[in-house]
């Protein structure tokens, strides 16, 4: 009998044994099953097969690496159109994703009206832009059916509303018309120029230095090839090399000389970095009609967006006549002029917290009253297009001569325009229109569709 217990207790031990073993064996399989499926890595094609099977209706399906794309030339079939993700992000929480080209399945169906898919956000949200409204829940819309309407058509070409104005109204919001000053010929002989200057606090006086060589008694005109060149600082003091105000001149056209006034040991530079980066109050006409457009359609769906960045990039690229050793007469660019004009790349950086337009301060600047902005310069080369070159080859497309706004400004003149230049999707015309982009926040998924503008990706 003691034979016999020991050996029903050993072959109920072995059967334990192989049970787990067992276990073991079909836990590591599905496991291994699952993560395959939901993230494939094919080094040859760079593609990266995203399957989440919680959310069935995802659109991060299929997306390539964008190594190969020259972004200084417009998307096709053999320059990137499709899905993509941004080369850098790749390992990121939450890669960049974005749909490149004329594509047809990143249509969404969200507060009763149409978007197309622009990218995902560094926090996993889905940026939209306004595509117009569905009919009988299609989203087919061409041209200015693909805009919200402005409200006043004397303001259709204008993004802020003054003309011949300083750099001072360049932003989604500004901080309101600082006027330049004109001076005539006759008054300028009384002034001497130098290359820059230093101030005394104590004496509130400031003095030029390396002053140009002149006899004095000369019209500006008269000397301006020479002066304009690198002396943009005057005084007005009888001649004299020190006074409490002094002139930074940075233009001359037809018989006037254009000049700022700075005082209390402002320089142009101090004027420039409070033109783009304090006190921003003054909300441009393209962002009150984005806004009215929301608070009339939009407030009961605010808790499904993210408060996401919206970029005014306004850092400069290159200050022309802003810079006192450059010549007066070129103009002031931006540093998306390089990028989009000079075709040297898009960024999706936002570097400074003032030009980062959201609703809260604890991610950006808090300027916005509803989390809603516009696309940015970069967004559309993403999409497929490039500068001066009205390519259909992109889902933004509105048709021949119509076109849209974006957030980003490229130049300021400095000339005898004297105006705001920014970039502007299909080429400038009497049709600028405004598309406002939302964004989807990191929870919201789709219920139903395929992207297709017959069936639109439905938000849950």
């Known amino acids: 009998m003691r ?32 993560l395959s499926t939901n993230l494939e890595i094919d080094g040859s094609a760079k593609v990266l097969k995203y399957e989440n099977p919680v959310q069935e209706y995802s659109w991060k399906k299929d997306a390539v690496l964008d190594t190969n794309i020259d972004f200084s030339k417009v998307s096709s079939a053999t320059n990137g159109r499709g899905l993509y993700i941004r080369s850098g992000t790749e390992n990121d929480e939450n890669p960049i994703y974005y749909f490149r080209g004329d594509v047809s399945n990143n249509n969404v169906l969200f507060g009763g009206f149409c978007w197309k898919i622009i990218r995902s956000t560094e926090n996993g949200g889905t940026k939209l832009l306004y595509s117009g409204t569905p009919t009988n829940g299609e989203c087919n819309n061409t041209g200015n059916y693909l805009s919200i309407k402005w409200t006043d058509l004397l303001h259709t070409t204008r993004y802020n509303p003054y003309a011949k104005a300083s750099p001072s109204v ?4 500004y901080i309101g018309k600082y006027k330049y000053e004109d001076m005539s010929e006759t008054k ?39 002066v304009k060149l690198g002396y943009h600082y005057a005084c007005y003091n009888d001649k004299k090399s020190t006074c409490e105000t002094v002139y930074y001149m940075f233009d001359s056209t037809q018989g ?7 005082s209390n040991g402002d320089k142009i530079d101090d004027l420039l970095e409070y033109f ?19 608070q009339s359609n939009m407030t009961a769906y605010t808790d499904k967006l993210e408060d996401a960045i919206y970029c005014n990039d306004r850092t400069i690229f290159n200050k022309a006549g802003f810079d006192k050793d450059t010549d007066a007469d070129q103009d002031l660019l931006f540093s998306a002029y390089d990028r989009v004009v000079n075709k040297t790349g898009p960024s999706l950086n936002c570097i400074r917290n003032a030009d980062r337009y959201t609703v809260s301060s604890s991610n950006g600047n808090g300027k916005l009253t509803y989390p809603v902005g516009l696309i940015t310069a970069d967004e559309a080369v993403l999409s497929g297009f490039i500068y001066d ?42 049709d600028t229109n405004l598309r406002p982009v939302v964004t989807l926040n990191n929870s919201i998924v789709f219920s139903s569709g395929d992207g297709t503008s017959n069936t639109p990706y439905i938000v849950n």
Do not use: C, H
């Not at 059967?15 to 590591?28: A, E, M």
């Not at 400004?409 to 400038?428: H, N, Q, W």
């Open 276 to 294: 783009f980066t304090t006190n921003n109050t003054v909300d441009s006409l393209a962002k009150e009609r984005v806004d009215e457009w929301y």
């Open 3 to 34: 034979i016999k217990a020991r050996r029903n207790f050993e072959l109920y031990k072995n059967t334990i044994f192989f049970s787990v073993v067992l276990f073991l064996f079909l836990f590591i399989s599905v496991g291994y099953s699952v």
């Open 389 to 430: 070159d009205n390519s259909t080859d992109s889902y933004i497309k509105m048709g021949t001569g119509i076109s849209t706004w974006t957030m980003t400004p490229l130049a300021y003149g400095t000339l005898s325009k004297k105006d705001l230049e920014m970039f502007v999707i299909g080429g400038r015309s009497l």
């Open 256 to 262: 006037n000389f254009t000049y700022y006034e700075l």
């Open 188 to 226: 300028s002989k009384n002034l001497i120029y130098g290359n820059d200057v230093t101030y005394d606090s104590n004496k509130k006086l400031y003095t030029l230095s390396n002053i140009y060589n002149t006899s004095g008694g000369q019209k500006y005109n008269d000397i301006v090839d020479e």
């Open 170 to 173: 360049v932003g989604y919001t």
